[in-house]
């Protein structure tokens, strides 16, 4: 590969909550002394990001002003140019998009508009946790319609009990994850396809969550939810960043596309209210840079060594009886249910989780995210980490 996905990072010292972090909130315990902490719970990447984002923030950071400025032409073309190339939407102007000072947040400003607080809003579980959130702290009342696994063990959509949640609980607004976090669905156009049909068929608008859409595997292709029809393109608020992408979550910056001019005029002043919503400079130059040609080949290498990784954990994961896991299409995070190995082996999945942290594989609780007896697996970071984590799980947690 021409990029570097083989190197282990230390970011020790540098502000990582992934590792200087432990022990802090909802962050797993520092393990125990003699073992290192392989970071695998927080959703960000322990790979260095795309070179030309270094080089385009220290480019503009040698300017010695920082003062206030308008966006740059450049910043528009650029994500016009990433959503046709890699998702191939066409029809995309500068009009339609809109900077959001981190996703949650624009998430938020968008469901100001289409839903009062008290209302119900709809959302698939398992959830992630930051809809979970920013939606009960803003007042809404969340309605969740279960994702079930089908023969095969894919998680698929209830499209019978969505609709009955919708009607029943008389829901104008929905949350969708595409691709899903935590299960890593890349929906298929005919899912999609149902879910804005049902949507359109109750007058509910859609909050889509598109955060992950270019970490996919090869073999997979997201899908925008807006692309699917035109109902789809009006009633649809799609939430993008490259912080997944290129890891650059602590840089801050997101963009919104809305086609709707009523919807998109009314989410303008609604984010306008506060005057948070301001984009970083630098912020803005790491996106143009991660939106270069240099930038598509850097995340196409990304994919595939994820799916190696992937590939591999599942693999080890299969020998662990009554430890269940979908291969996810997209993301870099596994979803793992272990109520059978729990009641197999008289434990709890409290114990199961110390067991791992104990050992340094700083693995994340899955029941905040509505896994009753789940844990959440970060994939992104080199496979001898992930070989490394997996053989301290079977001398330590699956051993018996």
Known sequence: MKYDFTSIMDRHGKDAMAVDGLGIGFAPPK???????????VADMNFPTAPTIPQAIIERAQHPAYGYFHPAEEYYSSIIEWQKARHQVTGLTKEHIGYENGLLGGLVSAMRVIASQGDSVLLHSPTYIGFTSVLKGNG???????????????????????????VEHHIHAAVFCSP???CGRVWERWELERVMELCRKHGV??????????????????????????????RTVALYAPSKTFNLAGLIGSYRII??????????????????????????????????PEGREWV?????????????????IARYPGVSVFKPQGTYMLFLDCAGWCAGHNTT???????????????????????PCHIRMNLALPLSRVREA??????HVFSC
């Open 259 to 292: 086609y709707n001019q009523w919807l998109r005029d009314r989410v303008d002043r609604e984010e306008g209210l506060s005057h948070y919503n301001s984009m970083n400079v630098l912020s803005m130059h790491a996106l143009i840079g991660a939106y270069r």
């Open 140 to 166: 809404y009342n969340i309605v969740s319609s279960p994702l079930v696994k089908d023969g095969q063990g894919v998680w698929r959509i209830d499209f019978a009990d969505m609709e009955r949640k919708i």
């Open 205 to 234: 608008f859609v909050i889509s969550d598109e955060i992950w859409s270019d970490i996919v595997r090869p073999d997979c292709k997201h899908i925008p939810t807006q692309s699917v029809s035109q109902d789809a393109r009006e």
């Open 31 to 41: 393990p125990k002394e003699g073992f290192d902490v392989i970071p695998m719970w």
């Open 180 to 182: 899903h976090n935590p």
């Open 349 to 371: 999945i409290e114990q199961m989780l110390q067991a791992g942290w104990d050992v340094g594989v700083a693995w994340q609780d899955g029941r905040p995210f509505h896994g």
């Open 300 to 316: 196409d290498e990304l994919c595939q060594t994820i799916a190696g990784n992937v590939d591999y954990a599942v693999e080890r």
């Open 390 to 395: 997996f053989d301290r799980l079977d001398k």
